[in-house]
């Protein structure tokens, strides 16, 4: 979905499933890529990174995706929780003037329903 | 170690006003980031330091806000004179080492900025 104003997409998911977030970059010279977990009144933790010479990336409970033939990440969240409910942002760094520039998305807010 | 330090947390004044924020980074930290974040939006990048130096400044409205880092710590952000268009939250990170290198910033909390 794609963010209008105050509308950030939602994905509801049941407690226990599996979910997938999804994020299209817009730089294909960026090189390195963030996972951001924002909960409310929080500033952005983060959760798991991924440099462009890999395609995927695990973590604890998490994955990370990169295809860059068509510049689309995603974030895979194993046996979800309520305690991962959040907006969740990627991020790409580009180079820019010599230096490192991260670039946000718009975020996709995750609701986990017990 | 001790976390990115924002303050205040939450900040309410008239258009007009004028306003600054504080940030002190993770100890040791040479990069400096503000970022601002408007209601259901990613981070938008205001300005980057690396130690006391501006790196980027780019998407910094220039003719309202300023921004600082005395001795490549702490950094204050400033707004003179606010619009109703700042309405934000005001997100400082930091990182460890200088740029260029692919890492990972941290966050502070953040400050709640209400312009009315």
């Known amino acids: 979905g794609e963010n209008v104003g105050l509308h950030l997409p939602t994905l509801s998911v049941q407690e226990g499933d599996n979910s997938i977030i999804n994020c299209a970059y817009s730089?294909?010279?960026?090189?390195?890529f963030i996972w951001y977990k924002q909960e409310s009144g929080k500033g952005p933790q983060f959760i798991i990174d991924i440099r462009s010479n890999m395609d995927k990336r695990q973590g604890q409970r998490v994955t990370v995706l990169l295809n860059k033939t068509v510049k689309h990440l995603s974030l895979q969240i194993a046996a979800t929780q309520p305690g991962d409910s959040a907006v969740y942002f990627c991020?790409?760094?580009?180079?820019?003037?010599?230096?490192?520039?991260?670039?946000f998305g718009a975020g996709t807010r995750l609701a986990v329903h017990p | 170690e001790a976390g990115v330090a924002q303050s205040p947390r939450y900040k309410i004044i008239e258009k007009r006003q004028s306003v600054a924020f504080w940030c002190n980074p993770i100890?040791?930290?040479?990069?400096l980031y503000w970022y601002q974040q408007i209601l259901g939006q990613g981070p938008k990048l205001l300005i980057q330091?690396?130690?006391?130096?501006?790196?980027?400044d780019s998407q910094l409205p220039k003719d309202r806000f300023s921004a600082e880092r005395l001795k490549g710590v702490d950094s204050t952000l400033k707004i003179q004179p606010a619009k109703l268009e700042d309405s934000a939250v005001y997100l400082c990170a930091s990182s460890r080492l200088p740029g260029p290198t692919n890492e990972k910033l941290f966050f502070g909390s953040g400050t709640q900025l209400s312009v009315l």
């Open positions: 330091f690396q130690n006391n130096g501006v790196v980027d």
């Open positions: 991020a790409e760094n580009t180079v820019s003037g010599g230096y490192n520039k991260l670039i």
């Open positions: 100890s040791g930290h040479a990069t």
């Open positions: 730089n294909s010279a960026s090189d390195y």
